[in-house]
């Protein structure tokens, strides 16, 4: 039973930083492609980040590209998600999930969440002006 479990989100003022940590438990994760998504109120979910576990490669959306940055501890078996320069629009829901099928694609980083089996409750971040 594979299971993520998300922490660290919070609120905090435009510029701010938070990290957000995902555990996840179950089985080995090297060939799994791990994605982090967010979702504010009245919009679709939406891609942030995702690492091939076993390469370490990650991939961004635009919006937050240079802004945060995805990683993973195979010791202690958790994702971050290191946020820097919030902002307002960063406000959401942010998800923990993992994709076991496209792994063997190389370069591919699912950017859909129907591409994603396994999903976390979630965290919430607030970002303030």
């Known amino acids: 039973q594979v299971q993520l479990v998300e922490s660290g989100g919070g609120s905090v003022q435009a510029g701010g930083s938070l990290r957000l940590s995902c555990a996840v438990s179950?089985?080995?994760?090297?060939?799994?492609?791990m994605g982090w998504f967010r979702q504010a109120p009245g919009k679709e979910r939406e891609f942030v980040a995702a690492?091939?576990?076993?390469?370490?490669?990650?991939y961004y959306a635009d919006s937050v590209k240079g802004r945060f940055t995805i990683s993973r501890d195979n010791a202690k078996n958790t994702v971050y998600l290191q946020m820097n320069s919030l902002k307002p629009e960063d406000t959401a829901v942010h998800y923990c999930?993992?994709?076991?099928?496209?792994?063997?694609?190389?370069?591919?980083?699912?950017?859909?969440?129907?591409?994603?089996?396994?999903w976390g409750p979630g965290t919430q971040v607030t970002v303030s002006s």
């Open positions: 999930t993992a994709d076991p099928t496209h792994y063997s694609r190389d370069y591919y980083y699912p950017k859909n969440s129907y591409e994603y089996d396994y």
């Open positions: 179950g089985r080995a994760f090297e060939h799994y492609v």
């Open positions: 690492i091939r576990w076993g390469a370490g490669s990650t």
